[in-house]
Antibody, heavy 121, light 106 residues
């Protein structure tokens, strides 16, 4: 059974970069059957898709975040990562990683437990 | 840009049917999945490809999608179903979430 686990700093200063890693167990980021995605949920708000990476290295990002986001995969470590540059308080959120099953309908399953990131000086 | 609209909240009595809608332009031409998020837990897919239910999800959960509206239906709602529910669709290879609906079981 595949499991995903987010890791990274819980506190980031404004204007700095946010970096998170998702470690995958029980599955492989090298599989062509899945995308590997990041999603976030700001306090009191809904879910916001950030982007995903495919085993080939190709990526797709939310247009509203595209200029600040990089998602990459490290097949040797079976991990994928999120980098968000020049963060502000608006980037404070719980960040989730998730596997996307590539099928006629691409759906997100499973999700990691989430990691809370606060942007504050 | 494409948008998905959900009602902010739905209330239902135990044992009754809860219907959660998700509206978008010609949404019936796209696939919709639904996610349940309970407090303190990560989201779980309850419906994908409009109507399909993962094996671990109870049969009381069902979905439909036609015209401009997708609907998640919970029959015989239980207290454990109290959660936030989000619809999701894809538009030109990007992902869109609805704003979420809080289901309260009174």
């Amino acid at each position: 059974q595949v499991q995903l686990q987010e890791s990274g700093p819980g506190l980031v200063k404004p204007s700095e970069n946010l970096s998170l890693t998702c470690t995958v167990s029980g599955g492989s980021v090298s599989s062509s059957a899945y995308y590997w995605s990041w999603i976030r949920q700001p306090p009191g708000k809904g879910l916001e898709w950030i982007g995903y990476v495919y085993y080939s290295g190709s990526t797709k990002y939310n247009p509203s975040l595209k200029s600040r986001v990089t998602i990459s995969a490290d097949t040797s470590k079976n991990q994928f990562s999120l980098k968000l540059t020049s963060v502000t308080a608006a980037d404070t959120a719980v960040y989730y990683c998730a596997r996307v099953v590539v099928a006629s309908d691409n759906f997100f399953d499973p999700w990691g437990q989430g990691t809370r990131v606060t942007v504050s000086s | 840009s494409y948008e998905l609209t959900q009602p902010p909240s739905v209330s239902v009595s135990p044992g009754q049917t809860a219907s959660i809608t998700c509206s978008g332009d010609r949404l019936g031409q796209k696939y919709v999945s639904w996610y349940q998020r309970k407090p303190g837990q990560s989201p779980v897919v309850v419906i994908y490809e409009d109507t399909k239910r993962p094996s671990v999800i109870p049969e009381r959960f069902s979905g439909s999608n036609s015209g401009n509206r997708a609907t998640l239906t919970i029959r015989g709602t239980q207290a454990m179903d109290e959660a936030d529910y989000y619809c999701l669709t894809w538009d030109t290879s990007t992902v869109l979430f609805g704003g979420g609906t809080k289901v309260t079981v009174l």
